[in-house]
């Protein structure tokens, strides 16, 4: 497989209600393919958030809305081989800081430590990340129930009052 200089394909995910920023690095090859977060059938993200939240999710996109969930990733464009993390180079990011300042976002989260370490290292935000472990299938390390207690945060903070 060869690198590619890509441009993020499809936008945040997002609206003024949103309380919970959930970022990943840069969307995978099924992702870029289905213009959707999270999009490969291995990755554990939405089987997670219907156990978190106790329902079958069959509108992705109506499910983060009406939970106050906003997705997005922290890169814009880079060159990536596939869907590998470890051969992202030449990073520019998204401007996230300008998405918390339209919205109710209280809480960052940040799906693998690629992630968490581009926002802590590029964005300049009021709003640290809490990071958590990826959902992808190349974490195959961290079963399912072991990914429970970090992702049921999201809802901790979804469900808080205003």
């Not at 939970?67 to 990073?91: F, K, N, P, Q, Y």
């Not at 799906?111 to 009021?126: E, H, I």
């Not at 974490?139 to 990914?147: F, G, Y």
Request: net charge negative.
């Amino acid at each position: 497989m060869k690198q590619e200089r890509l441009l993020h394909p499809f936008p945040p995910l997002w609206d003024e209600e949103s309380r919970v920023l959930i970022l990943g690095s840069f969307p995978s090859v099924m992702s870029r393919k289905n213009a959707f977060y999270y999009a490969h059938p291995q990755n554990r993200f939405w089987k997670l958030m219907s156990l978190i939240y106790e329902e079958e999710i069959i509108d992705r996109a109506a499910f983060c809305h009406q939970h106050h969930i906003a997705l997005w990733d922290v890169i814009e464009s880079c060159t990536i081989t596939g869907s590998s993390d470890s051969s992202i180079r030449d990073v520019k990011v998204n401007d996230i800081a300008e998405l918390l300042s339209k919205s109710r976002i209280r809480q960052v989260f940040t799906t693998g430590s690629t992630a968490w370490n581009l926002y802590r290292k590029y964005v300049t935000a009021d709003i640290d990340a809490v990071r958590l472990p990826s959902t992808s299938p190349a974490n195959a390390a961290m079963k399912l129930e072991d990914l429970l207690p970090y992702y049921r945060q999201i809802r901790e903070v979804t469900d808080e009052e205003d």
